[in-house]
């Protein structure tokens, strides 16, 4: 699967799944949707600001542990039959409410 940290713009379902996408200046379609997971933060790459309360506001600390991204791996074609299909990995982050594209395997 190819690596990708590109921007998109997601329209999702009746379901809250992601239903269509536009990527690079193409509209995509979702056909099915074959994996859905949540994952945390990288909160074990932080500094380790805990040591000095001074510089670990506890707001900080707290976002910095329940930031959280979705992740859907969805079957995604285009064109008239949805002839050209791939398979993409889409990530909503919460923290600043963004989709991205990263991962894709055509």
Same mark, same amino acid.
């Given at each position: ?6 921007? #998109?713009?997601? &329209? $999702? ?7 269509? %996408?536009?990527?690079?200046? !193409?509209?995509?379609?979702? $056909?099915?949707? #074959?994996?859905?997971? #949540?994952?945390?933060?990288? +909160?074990?790459? /932080?500094?380790? !600001?805990? *040591? ?16 959280? $991204? @979705?992740?859907? $791996?969805? @079957?995604?074609? &285009? /064109? &008239? @039959?949805?002839?050209?299909? /791939?398979? %993409?990995? =889409? *990530? %909503?982050? +919460?923290?600043? /409410? !963004? ?5 894709? =395997?055509?």
């Amino acid at each position: 699967m190819r690596q990708y940290d590109d921007p #998109v713009e997601v &329209r $999702r379902g009746e379901a809250e799944d992601p239903d269509q %996408f536009l990527w690079r200046g !193409r509209l995509w379609k979702v $056909r099915a949707v #074959v994996a859905h997971w #949540v994952e945390t933060g990288p +909160w074990w790459q /932080g500094v380790d !600001r805990a *040591s000095d309360p001074t510089t670990c506001p506890t707001t900080e600390l707290a976002t910095d542990l329940v930031a959280e $991204r @979705e992740l859907w $791996r969805v @079957e995604a074609g &285009r /064109g &008239r @039959e949805l002839d050209t299909y /791939g398979v %993409f990995d =889409l *990530s %909503f982050d +919460w923290t600043d /409410g !963004r989709w991205q594209l990263v991962g894709c =395997l055509d």
